[in-house]
């Protein structure tokens, strides 16, 4: 038998369940998207909510962080004709709740699918040594061209990776081998750089060691000269000293006759060294002078004994 009791406490859980129904407590980082009568309505920011049980409903929650997205790997034909298997990850994230709740039944699939295409567009018009070299230049058209569409959904696509390219092994074994000339190609090089700077330095060292030879004995031929030059002038000065003395001695009393005497000596002595040394007999062309000169040393020692 249906009671009083029994009406309160089902008054009481239909309340319990009118309360549940009317607040809602989105969480931060979080919107909702709520229908009313089957059409959109509002949407619901993070905190305390209220809406009218039975006839709203949450009909889309959506989480306003960065998601990343793992691209499924997919083989791209290079400009070169080179098949090149390349994977990436997506970053997005949902700036519209109510446009990615009814701009596409699936943004997710959306975005990967154009990620895809518009990945191997770019891929297509590089050529293979190209797509090593400029990942930065890809994945900057991937998310300009993705970003473009995903904006009608809802959704902002914030970068785009690529996680490895990876060409046929042939391929590789061909890039191996260039790269592994290339090294040599550097060693070989280096090694001639080294050979030639040697070479520079010995050439370098010999020219400097000839320049100080060079002046060492330049030196060397100064000092020299100066060294004669020295004694020649110590030579004329003792010369011209003596000549001083000899000329003072000549103007005293007497000196003519000393200078006479020993020129007198001198010339006996020289003409008998002569006779001595040869088998010829050498006779003075003209006799008288020597007499003469005889004579007056004879004059000069007997002046000087009586003196």
């Not at 994230?93 to 975005?111: E, H, K």
């Not at 295409?117 to 070299?133: A, H, N, Q």
């Not at 696509?157 to 061909?174: G, M, N, Q, S």
């Not at 190609?185 to 700077?197: D, M, N, T, V």
Request: aromatic content about 4%.
């Amino acid at each position: 038998m249906f009671t009083f009791g029994n009406l309160t406490l089902l008054l009481l859980i239909i309340a319990i369940v009118i309360v549940i129904k009317t607040i809602q407590v989105v969480p931060q980082q979080h919107a909702w998207v709520v229908e009313r009568l089957g059409k959109y309505h509002a949407t619901l920011g993070p905190g305390l909510n209220i809406v009218l049980p039975f006839i709203d409903r949450i009909a889309y929650r959506h989480s306003l962080k960065e998601i990343p997205l793992d691209v499924p790997s997919q083989v791209c034909i290079t400009k070169d004709n080179t098949q090149l298997q390349v994977d990436g990850i997506l970053y997005f994230q949902v700036t519209d709740a109510m446009r990615a709740s009814y701009g596409s039944s699936n943004y997710v699939a959306a975005i990967t699918q154009l990620a895809q295409t518009t990945l191997r567009s770019v891929i297509g018009r590089m050529e293979l040594d190209k797509t090593f070299e400029e990942r930065e230049h890809i994945n900057k058209s991937i998310v300009s061209a993705i970003d473009e569409s995903a904006a009608n959904w809802g959704v902002k696509v914030l970068r785009y990776e690529i996680k490895d390219l990876t060409p046929p092994k042939e391929i590789l074994h061909a890039m191996q081998a260039q790269i592994t000339a290339e090294r040599e190609k550097r060693a070989l090089i280096a090694a001639s750089e080294g050979r030639r700077q040697e070479q520079i330095n010995i050439a370098s060292g010999e020219r400097e060691a000839a320049i100080a030879r060079s002046e060492g004995e330049k030196q060397a031929a100064i000092n020299r000269a100066q060294g004669q030059a020295a004694g020649i002038l110590a030579i004329a000065e003792a010369t011209a000293e003596a000549l001083r003395k000899t000329a003072n001695a000549i103007r005293e009393p007497g000196g003519i006759d000393a200078v006479n005497l020993k020129v007198a000596e001198q010339y006996v002595n020289a003409f008998g060294q002569l006779a001595k040394t040869n088998n010829s007999i050498i006779v003075p062309a003209n006799l008288g002078d020597m007499s003469g000169l005889i004579a007056s040393a004879l004059q000069v020692v007997k002046s000087q004994g009586k003196t």
